[in-house]
């Protein structure tokens, strides 16, 4: 960890910075959007949605960017255009143009700063990928954990505006940072040796070759079930709490809990990945998932609610490291960029149909906790999937050395 601790360090300042696109900071606002900009709840996902689709559609060919420059020179650009997509936020007059910016903070942030961080993490370490990923994705675990609570204290002292003029400032100043972390950029085992870590039948895949794989299909729905509804459930958090009858105040209190047992079985699953491999891992990761919203769905008090969202925090933490180790270890590490673009396209779409899908289910009368008995039913046809096409696809990896 310390003659590797710059390249560590820059994937968990990536990893953090990202959190001012994701959707568990952007929420903070939305009280305030949507007065500010006289918008209903629905015309507010409406736009969310909108703006994160879009996000991910242009994923698909940005990521790819990824395996033609390195990360200190595409790193910097993405960071100042999420900087910019920050001041957009605070200056815009106009809900019209909401749409834009909601694209542009998704793009940026829950886009390509996570993208980049985790495919760097993947690509710079081998032996160690997921304990790499581990730490770099502990700077997810640390924007979760703090910065609502900062901003949601800040709104108190100042206008919502003037903190995204703060966030944009925090962002800029990570460049410098980084620029001077990979001033003499090179990966850990070297360039070289990265790309001699080969997929199946030993040879590295393009995603095209990918996208005709019967695997990725397998793996498809367990790529966009936790994203899009563990984003429906923040994004939801106020109506769960309305129907449970809960504080909503109470029910964020659980959050803390949450990002502790995420981060802790994300450095476990790390650990493990490295010992046994995503082929053992895989089928297995999202069963918490499948449990922990059929507990939600049940809970009538915040000790059940408080085990549902452990059980949720188990499969994210292990989501945070398995999906980005597996790209590498079957398809390769040469077009990892192409292959986890699309992979992170389909993360995002997910973030955008989950609040959508279950918002207007709610508008029909069908509450979350009620919705949820069929979401987890997803997971358990995403785990059975993943046991099969991985199984399956594990036979032609090529053996240790």
């Known amino acids: 960890m310390r003659s590797n601790a710059a390249f560590l360090l820059t994937g968990a300042l990536l990893t953090l910075t990202s959190s001012f696109g994701q959707t568990f900071f952007i929420s903070v606002f939305a009280g305030q959007i949507m007065e500010s900009f006289s918008l209903t709840d629905g ?16 994923m698909v060919w940005s990521g ?10 595409l790193g910097a650009l993405v960071l100042v255009g999420l900087a910019a997509a920050c001041l957009f936020m605070a200056f815009n007059p ?3 143009l909401l749409p834009l910016s909601i694209f542009l903070l998704r793009f940026t942030g829950q886009g390509m700063t996570s993208h980049i961080a985790v495919v760097a993490m993947a690509r710079w370490f081998v ?34 505006r003037n903190l995204w003029i703060v966030a944009a400032l925090f962002i800029l100043s990570m460049v410098p940072l980084m620029q001077r972390l990979l001033r003499q950029e090179r990966t850990p085992q070297s360039l070289a040796e990265g790309d001699v870590a080969t997929g199946m039948g030993g040879r ?69 990945l490295d010992r046994f491999g995503t082929a053992r891992l895989m089928p297995f990761y999202q069963l918490p998932l499948a449990l922990g919203f059929l507990v939600m769905s049940q809970a009538s008090g915040l000790w059940a609610a408080a085990l549902g969202f452990g059980l949720l ?9 398995l999906p ?9 590490t040469r077009h990892l960029g192409g292959i986890k673009s699309i992979a992170t396209a389909a993360m995002v779409l997910g973030s955008a149909i989950g609040p959508a899908i279950s ?28 046991w099969f096409g991985v199984s399956t696809a594990a036979r032609t990896l090529p053996r240790p050395a």
């Open 43 to 58: 015309e507010w996902g409406l736009i969310y949605s909108a703006g994160t689709t879009a996000s991910a559609v242009v």
């Open 64 to 73: 790819v960017l990824t395996d033609r420059f390195r990360v200190r020179t």
């Open 94 to 96: 106009f809900a019209a």
């Open 127 to 160: 032996a160690s990928r997921g304990k790499a990923l581990a730490i770099a994705s502990g700077g997810f675990a640390l924007g979760e954990a703090l910065l609502p609570m900062i901003f949601v204290w800040a709104m108190t002292l100042t206008d919502w």
């Open 204 to 272: 590295h895949w393009t995603r095209g070759q990918m996208l005709c794989h019967p695997l990725f299909w397998f793996v498809l729905p367990s790529v966009l079930g936790p994203s899009a509804f563990i984003t429906a459930m923040f994004f939801q958090q106020v109506h769960l709490a309305e129907v449970k009858g809960w504080s909503h105040v109470s029910l964020v209190a659980l959050f803390p809990l949450y990002t502790i047992i995420a981060t802790l079985f994300m450095l476990v699953t790390g650990w493990a």
């Open 313 to 321: 925090a188990m499969s994210v933490g292990a989501n945070g490291t």
């Open 324 to 332: 980005s180790a597996f790209w590498a270890e079957f398809y390769g």
């Open 359 to 386: 918002g207007l289910l709610i508008d029909r009368g069908i509450s979350f906790p009620d919705q949820m008995g069929a979401i987890s039913l997803w997971f358990v046809m995403a785990s059975g999937l993943l």
